[in-house]
C-alpha cells in the first residue's frame, strides 16, 4: 500500500487529530485515559509529548495525504524490558481500506529492526472484533483472555491478549 506512511507526529496534525479522535466510536475501543470529547488542546498535548520521545515510539498514519490515525508503541520496564505494547486507532471514515493491517505490518518491522524486542503484545476489548482481524493478518496470535477485565461504559468486557513473538 504505497499511499500510507507512519511518520512523526507534527503540530500542523493538531486540527486533523481532533476531527478523528473526537468519535464515541473511537472512544469506546480505547482506555478511559484516552479524552472524551477530543479537543484541540488535547490534540496540542498529544503531538508535543510525542515529539520529546527519540527516536519516535509514536506516529501519524498517513494515508493518501491525509492523517487516518495513529499507532504506537510502549517499551516494557523491569522484566519486562524485551517486551512490547502497540496501541493503534483508526479515524472512522478510514475504516474498511486496510489501513490498520498494513500500519501494524510497518510498525511491526519497525520494532523487529530495532533488534531490543522478542515480543510485541496488544490488549483488544472483546467487543472490537476488527481490531483482532486485523492483529491475527500480521500474524499475532490469541494468547489470553483475561476474563472481565476490563469496565468500560458501565459494562464488564473481556480483554484478548495478542502476541506476536521473534525469537531468533
Not at 466510536?25 to 484541540?40: L, M, W
Not at 479515524?91 to 511491526?108: D, H, M, Q, V, Y
Amino acid at each position: 500500500m504505497n499511499e500510507l506512511l507512519l511518520r512523526p507526529w507534527q503540530m500542523s496534525d493538531a486540527a486533523s487529530l481532533v476531527e478523528i479522535a473526537n468519535n464515541p466510536a473511537i472512544f469506546q475501543r480505547v482506555r478511559d485515559a484516552f479524552p472524551s470529547p477530543y479537543t484541540h488542546s488535547d490534540a496540542v498535548n498529544w503531538i508535543s509529548s510525542a515529539a520529546k520521545i527519540k527516536p519516535p515510539e509514536s506516529f501519524a498514519i498517513e494515508y493518501q495525504g491525509q492523517l487516518a490515525g495513529t499507532i504506537g508503541y510502549i517499551p516494557g520496564t523491569d522484566v519486562y524490558i524485551k517486551t512490547c505494547e502497540i496501541g493503534y486507532f483508526i479515524g472512522e471514515r478510514f475504516w474498511g481500506k486496510g489501513i490498520a493491517t498494513e500500519s501494524i505490518r510497518l510498525l511491526t518491522e519497525h520494532i523487529w529492526s530495532l533488534q531490543k524486542y522478542v515480543r510485541i503484545h496488544a490488549f483488544v476489548f472483546s467487543n472490537n472484533p476488527a481490531s483482532e482481524r486485523v492483529l491475527q493478518k500480521n500474524g499475532f496470535i490469541l494468547e489470553s483472555t483475561r476474563t472481565k477485565a476490563v469496565y468500560k461504559n458501565h459494562e464488564l468486557l473481556d480483554d484478548h491478549v495478542w502476541v506476536k513473538l521473534n525469537i531468533p
